[in-house]
């Protein structure tokens, strides 16, 4: 079965820093999607990004960017420049051909002014 | 209205109580599904309604009883709940069922089963 790892349950950046953000999944199959998701304090989870397995290029949405390395089993979210809307947990999905979202714990980011 | 929206925002309801959780998108999307999502576990998918219906229910105990009247609307009606559902619940829209697909998330109705 397929399982997503976030191993920083907190992390904390200052405002105008870059903060990385760790994820790191278990799977058999080789065409999957990957995602990372925010959900601020109203609660309403909002796609960050997506990234499809095949493609070798890392995914980028602004200030936001992904290391996918498929070996590895590895997919990080980079933010750039932080701001303080930035504050919010973090949810790193896979989701294989069963068409199943599996979901990491998440991680809470806090941003300093 | 755009998007995806829940009511009630939070609802505290008693062992014998029986409520709705709603959810209205306006998004044009024709699949949409139910959360549960409790601290320290995963989200956790209940129910997929696609074009109307129900595709996926994943071991959801039966006093938790969805329904889909149209591709806009959807329901979860509750009835003799355990404190141990007590939990965010929350509504998403996609555009089809897809493992690529982009879900929006409705804000969430905070649940207090006492």
């Known amino acids: 079965a397929q399982t997503v790892t976030q191993s920083q349950p907190e992390m904390s950046v200052q405002e105008a820093e870059t903060v990385t953000l760790s994820c790191t999944y278990d799977t058999s199959e080789s065409d999957y999607y990957l995602f990372w998701y925010k959900q601020p304090p109203s609660r309403q989870m909002i796609l960050v990004i997506r990234?499809?397995?095949?493609k070798q290029q890392n995914a980028t949405e602004n200030r936001f960017s992904v290391n996918f390395q498929k070996a590895a089993k590895s997919f990080s979210l980079k933010i750039s420049d932080s701001q303080l809307g930035d504050a919010a947990m973090y949810f790193c999905a896979y989701a294989g051909n069963n068409r199943k979202l599996i979901w990491g714990l998440g991680t809470s980011l806090a941003v300093n002014p | 209205e755009t998007g995806v929206t829940q009511t009630p925002r939070h609802l505290v309801m008693g062992m014998t109580n029986k409520k709705s959780l709603k959810c209205e998108q306006h998004l044009g999307h024709n699949a949409m599904y139910w959360y549960k999502q409790s601290a320290k576990k995963p989200l956790e998918l209940m129910f997929v309604?696609?074009?109307?219906?129900?595709?996926e229910n994943n071991s959801v105990p039966s006093r938790f009883s969805p329904e889909c009247p149209n591709s806009s609307h959807l329901f979860l009606h509750l009835h003799t709940l355990q404190p141990e559902d007590s939990a965010l619940y929350l509504c998403?829209?996609?555009?089809?069922?897809?493992?690529?697909?982009?879900?929006?998330f409705g804000s969430g109705t905070q649940l207090s089963v006492l």
């Open positions: 990234q499809e397995a095949y």
């Open positions: 309604y696609n074009f109307k219906e129900q595709t």
């Open positions: 998403a829209s996609s555009q089809e069922r897809q493992s690529n697909e982009k879900l929006f």
